[in-house]
């Protein structure tokens, strides 16, 4: 007996296709069974099972909400691995043609963060940092998109807005940002996310342009 129906299906489509990125949050404080609910469904996602035999906790969940000190340190650390990021990203350019020719959005927004660290960051409402244990395998990073991509639906589910902070995965081997939660540099992989009830209501995310290709052996 099938566990769903359609009407389990047309919930998932409306959820999937209601996701979109938050950038203005209200001030109104998340509860904490909401953000408990969202972490819930980054814990349960999939993992790389190799190496979380390594260690009795591989994955972690920092919760910090606004006004915390921790969220200036972690702004600061994001800054300075950032302006790094930068100078080796004009590098990059240097050699990559396709880089070169489709960089100057990334360029740019870099050199913003660089400078003022992650918009927003300082007021949000709710920061979740995620550590994923990289182990032998070294797959943490499809681990942390799973983690992710499952608290943005929950949190679209309860009508919560989210926003990806990307610059935290560049944070792996930064000292000063790992010794924040008593972790040991290079060891874990990390990600993050604002979460938080968003300021304007309605929209979607940009939609991409893409192909579905059907292939068939040529016999």
Known sequence: ???????????????????????????????????EAVIQAGMISPYASISAEDVSVFRHFYVIKKGSHLIKEINQCIKIQTYQDLMDFHDVRKKNTTVATYGDKLEKG????????????????CLIVMAEWRGARMAEKQSLAHAMQNMW???????????L?????????????????DLE?????????????????????????????????NI
């Open 165 to 181: 902070v990307s610059p935290l995965e560049n944070l792996v081997d930064h000292e000063g940002f790992c010794r924040l939660f």
């Open 1 to 35: 007996m099938a566990l769903f129906g359609e009407e389990h299906n047309h919930f998932l489509d409306e959820i999937i296709m209601s996701r979109r990125t938050t950038r203005a949050f209200e001030e109104k404080e998340v509860e904490d069974n909401l953000i």
């Open 185 to 217: 540099p290079g060891q874990y992989g990390f990600h993050g996310c604002i979460v938080g009830y968003p300021k304007n209501e309605g929209g979607q995310s940009k939609r991409l342009n893409g192909k579905v290709h059907w292939m068939k052996d």
């Open 110 to 125: 870099m050199g913003v963060v660089a400078n003022q660290g992650v918009p927003g960051l300082e007021d949000a409402p």
């Open 153 to 163: 639906l929950k949190a679209t589910a309860l009508n919560l807005g989210f926003r």
